[in-house]
């Protein structure tokens, strides 16, 4: 995948302003919650039920894909063009997903790269927005003619319209529900592969034989993963290690309790099949809230459709979860993280639209813009720690003595005399404003990192 060179004032009429800055916000975020969460698990992604920060920034990012399938699609005639241009943008997501995720990188702290093959991790965050946009891109495609319609009166007229994407929504989440509540999951072993582990190639046993429950042990999504995957292939740090009946703290260096059941020592694939076709969902609500764009040309219009719909998702996600009919769990995506998560971007959104483009409040979230509009570059570089790797390789007698380490320890760590709060500062006034200004300069040069 190669930088793109286009001219300004091609580039700048195609794209909306707010959703450039809302992109540009959840890459800064996943900067935040992966780089600081480390020192701060309150922002980090929650062990299991819940929702922390970082918990936001997948389905951010999912809903901003959706938004963003039919403000692409319009302007593309062909069929046959536009098909070409969604399988090069999968084949390029999947490449990169699993070059960063699946094992081959070990960046930013270890100064190696090389897979084997036999535990090579094939989900990912690049794979899972692959087939989420696989599936409502070709949607659209096929169903490009409705651009075209005029909107009859009624709030409702527009859902009508795309009936078929809602349709195919209330089906992914039929046979979600029916295959995490109705399949069977049997005991099933593994061996720890995890090197770091002071338990590694020891064997342990997780009994189950159970349907419909919902916890670490013995959910449908695992079973489904490590069936079809391969529990090789999964993720090997699960968030769920962190959980207060493996650890008796919640960072993530803390060793296990003595009594920790032996699930603690598992993989667990927070990207994986069933969870990814749930994820689906958070995609549609994006593509609704592209229509809304697309057909609606009132302002106030947008914005009351989008805040009724974003509220009603927040408080429908918060009671199944508060009333214990759903967990909210990233891990497992369940249908009330769906809810939450996507109205939360509803919302987000929509006080952004305000901001930008009611307002025209623009310039004090331009270095948010420039990382929305590169932002490819920021995530690989940055959020996957590839140009820290690069950085930490230029080393001084010791691989702890890098440039990144010494302006951690010395300007920031030391000064404040406190881990925690020296690496937040680091992330909030160093980081991020590092790569704002980086995509500022690409931006001026005319650069752009483009699936």
């Known amino acids: 995948m190669e930088p793109v060179f286009q001219p ?16 540009g916000l959840t890459v800064a975020l996943m900067i935040l919650v992966g780089d600081a969460g480390g020192e701060w698990p309150q922002i980090g992604h929650a062990p299991w039920n819940g929702s922390n920060l970082a918990d936001f920034v997948m389905p951010f990012f999912l809903f901003i894909v959706g938004m963003a399938i039919p403000l692409t699609f319009k302007r593309i005639s062909s069929r046959d063009h536009a098909v070409k241009k969604m399988i090069v943008r999968i084949l390029k997501l999947l490449f990169w997903g699993i070059m960063l995720q699946g094992g081959f990188s070990h960046a930013p702290d270890k100064l190696s790269y090389g897979v084997d093959m036999k535990k090579i991790r ?14 409502m891109a070709l949607m659209e495609i096929l169903k490009k003619k409705r651009h075209t319609k005029d909107l009859p009166p009624g709030w409702l007229s527009i859902f ?8 195919m929504g209330a089906c992914i989440l039929v046979i979600y529900l029916a295959v995490i509540y109705g399949m069977y999951v049997p005991h099933w072993q593994f061996t720890v592969n995890d090197e770091e582990s002071s338990d590694y190639g020891k064997a342990f046993t997780v009994e189950c034989g159970v349907r419909g429950k919902l916890d670490p042990a013995c959910n449908a999504v695992g079973y489904i993963d490590r069936k079809i995957l391969g529990i090789n292939h999964l993720h090997q740090q699960p968030a769920w290690k962190r959980s207060e009946a493996c650890t008796e703290t919640v960072t993530y260096e803390a060793p296990f309790q003595t009594s920790a059941p032996a699930w603690c020592n598992a993989p667990f694939e927070p990207e994986g099949i069933l969870s990814s076709i749930s994820s ?32 009603s998702l927040l408080i429908s996600g918060l009671v199944l979860h508060f009333t214990h009919a759903m967990p909210l769990n990233k891990q497992l995506y369940t249908f009330s993280y769906v809810c939450v998560t996507s109205g939360a971007a509803a919302l987000v959104f929509s006080a952004i639209y305000v901001l930008v483009d009611m307002r025209g409040w623009k310039s004090m979230f331009l270095p948010f813009q420039r990382m929305g509009m590169n932002a490819m570059l920021v995530y690989v570089m940055a959020a996957e720690g590839i140009f820290a790797g690069f950085i930490n390789g230029w080393y001084y007698n010791d691989p702890q003595n890098t440039l990144i380490y010494w302006i951690q320890n010395h300007v920031f760590i030391g000064v404040w005399n406190s881990q925690r709060v020296g690496i937040l500062l680091y992330v909030i006034f160093a980081e991020i404003p590092f790569w704002g200004i980086v995509a500022a300069i690409f931006h001026r040069l005319e650069i752009y990192w483009k699936l």
Do not use: C, E, P
Not at 16 to 21: E, M, T
Not at 160 to 167: D, I, M, R, T, V
Not at 280 to 292: A, D, E, N
Not at 298 to 310: E, Q, S
């Open 8 to 23: 300004q004032n091609l580039t700048q009429k195609r794209r909306v302003d707010s959703l450039d800055i809302f992109r």
């Open 122 to 135: 094939w989900s990912g965050i690049l794979q899972r927005i692959a087939f989420a946009y696989l599936v």
């Open 160 to 167: 009508k319209l795309y009936a078929s994407q809602w349709l």
């Open 280 to 311: 689906v969902l958070s995609t549609i609500i994006g593509v609704h809230f592209g229509h809304v764009l697309v057909h609606l040309k009132d302002d106030t219009a947008r914005l009351k459709h989008w805040t009724v719909m974003g509220l």
